[in-house]
């Protein structure tokens, strides 16, 4: 069975923990924050995308959240979806990904796949990941990945935009991620 770490238990990462638990995977969330973990593991969800309900059910099916890193060394999958607020200069502050990508720096075991959902520069990916992992796949560059993502979100953006045009719901004021992690 596939064995999915996911570090950062907010908006992005909690439904991403959901739904690997839902597809069978075993899974554990790695938060820094341990009223977050504690209020999880108690079956309590501080994200309204997941009911208390579906932590239940996850809590059943075996997911965990913790503030040790150690599970990081059986993971087979990885997925960091922890902030990028934007700083003083309005440009996404990196320093909790070069964090998460330290602590799995030092437990990552060979063939381990390293998703970076967090929001990014183009190439930063790069310079973070190339002295942890030996080889990149699927996407032809870092570059090529980066702008996968890119794309993705504005589809996602777009979506969003047509269906609050069809609810006649006011767009918000900022609504990039970044903007909308660093309002939050
Ligand atoms: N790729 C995508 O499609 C997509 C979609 C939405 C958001 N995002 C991005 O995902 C990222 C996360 O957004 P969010 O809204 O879930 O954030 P959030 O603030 O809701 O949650 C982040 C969690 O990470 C934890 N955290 C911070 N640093 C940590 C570390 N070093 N180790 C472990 N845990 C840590 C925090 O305690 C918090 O619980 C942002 O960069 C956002 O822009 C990406």
């Known amino acids: 069975m596939n064995s999915v770490a996911v570090i950062g238990l907010g ?4 439904p991403l923990a ?3 638990c839902r597809a069978g995977m075993r899974v554990t969330g790695i938060d820094e924050n341990p009223s977050v973990t504690a209020s999880l593991n108690s079956g309590h969800s ?3 995308d997941v009911t ?6 996850m809590l059943d099916a075996g997911f965990r959240a ?3 890193e150690s599970p990081l060394a059986e993971a087979s999958v990885a997925v960091i ?3 990028t607020p934007l700083d003083g200069a309005g440009r996404p502050d990196l320093s909790h990904v070069r964090r998460a990508a330290s602590g799995l720096g030092d437990r990552l075991k060979p063939g381990t796949l ?4 967090s929001t990014s520069f183009p190439a930063s990916a790069a310079d973070f990941f190339r002295h942890l992992c030996d080889r990149v796949v699927e996407a032809g560059s870092a570059r090529g990945a980066e702008l996968a993502k890119l794309l993705e979100n504005t589809y996602r953006n777009v979506n969003i935009a047509a269906e609050r ?3 006649h719901v006011p767009r918000p004021r900022s609504w990039t991620p970044g903007r909308r992690a660093a309002n939050r």
């Open 11 to 14: 908006y992005t990462g909690l």
């Open 18 to 20: 959901r739904e690997a």
């Open 46 to 48: 501080h994200v309204p």
């Open 52 to 57: 208390d309900a579906d932590l239940t059910a």
């Open 66 to 68: 913790s503030v040790d």
């Open 81 to 83: 979806c922890v902030p």
């Open 114 to 117: 390293v998703v970076l959902e």
């Open 165 to 167: 045009r069809r609810r």
